[in-house]
């Protein structure tokens, strides 16, 4: 199983592509890449100054914290992404599609004790391996997986496009009162629609957001999706 389909909280169902087990190594490769990067900077500067001569607390608080926070405090901060993550284009979602909430990304990094530590990262690789969702243990118990964040579709082909220019004008200027959550959701959606041809499932969301946003129009379900988003980018681009 390559792909994971999950209903959203607006019964909405969408696909993601599941990341490879070789993805998950390559992004855990980079992560160590630049955690050994980042001792060997800190040791060259300090022992210049002698600092942590009879001082230990420093090496814990310079040193062993942000290594041990390193997976946590990324992926909370940053949308489910550490930086070896993001350079292969991988992050961590909830199973119920929304993002994972602090309490789901600590259970992750809890268990990467068993998951890694404990178990020399055999555990880890033998869960992926296996599971239908290309969970670890540490997924599992904490409800999450980790999917692809390029879709399928070429650049060219998605809505992540430059903010129409100054002549452009807005449709629904009630798309402000949405949340990013909303816009990143029905962008989702878009894509979903362009990769998979499902109409239905356009329809359903545009009946989603016309209710959300108390508006009526004939325009078609995909062409309205991608003109809210569209609205959505020129208006708040317009507020900055």
């Known amino acids: ?65 942000p290594i041990a926070f390193y997976d946590l405090s990324s992926e909370a901060l940053f949308n489910g992404q550490s930086i070896g993550k993001r350079i292969m284009k991988i992050r961590v979602i909830s199973i ?16 990467r004790l068993i998951d ?30 980790l999917i692809k964040t390029s879709p399928r579709t070429s650049f060219q082909q998605t809505l992540f496009a430059p903010t129409p220019d100054i002549h452009y004008t807005v449709s629904f200027p009630r798309v402000t009162s949405l949340s990013d959550k909303d816009v990143q959701l029905i962008k989702e959606v878009s ?24 508006v009526e129009t004939n325009l078609e379900p995909a062409y309205f999706l991608q003109v809210v988003i569209a609205d959505y980018n020129y208006l708040t681009a317009s507020e900055n």
């Open 1 to 65: 199983m390559n792909t994971i389909r999950i209903t959203t909280s607006q019964n909405i169902e969408l696909e993601y592509d599941l990341a490879s087990l070789g993805e998950r190594m390559a992004g855990a490769i980079f992560d160590w890449l630049i955690i050994i990067a980042y001792i060997i900077v800190v040791m060259v500067l300090f022992s210049q100054f002698h600092v942590f001569e009879n001082k230990s607390y420093l090496i814990i608080t310079l040193v062993t914290l």
């Open 96 to 111: 119920e599609g929304n993002q994972p909430t602090i309490g789901q990304y600590l259970i992750r990094w809890l268990f």
């Open 116 to 145: 890694s530590t404990m178990t020399y990262s055999l555990c880890a690789l033998i869960c992926v391996a296996v599971s239908e969702r290309k969970q670890r243990l540490g997924d599992m118990v904490a409800g999450t997986t």
């Open 191 to 214: 894509l979903q629609v362009q990769k998979t041809g499902n109409n239905y499932l356009a329809f359903q969301a545009a009946e989603k957001v016309k209710s959300l946003l108390g």
